[in-house]
């Protein structure tokens, strides 16, 4: 069994670049660039936030890739 780390990301803090009208689009484009960066991740937009599952060993390597979107 693997351990799973969550992550949430409140609408209200995510940076102008994204297009807060989409937040669906915005989880999809977060799940996107970690899987790129080879990390097993599941976004997903859940109603005041975007949450964000994955295995917590790609932990470190996930909050790399979220400081480069801007979103840690």
């Known amino acids: 069994m ?3 780390t969550t992550i ?3 609408h209200a803090a995510l940076p102008d670049h994204f297009d807060h009208s989409r937040p669906d689009a915005i ?3 977060i799940e996107t ?3 790129e960066d080879g990390i097993t ?3 997903s937009d859940v109603i005041s936030h975007i949450k964000i599952e994955l295995p917590t060993s790609q932990l470190t390597a996930a909050c790399a890739t ?3 979107l801007n979103l840690i």
């Open 8 to 10: 949430r990301i409140d």
């Open 2 to 4: 693997t351990a799973t």
């Open 66 to 68: 979220l400081a480069d």
């Open 41 to 43: 991740a599941e976004a």
């Open 27 to 29: 989880a999809e484009s």
């Open 33 to 35: 660039a970690l899987r």
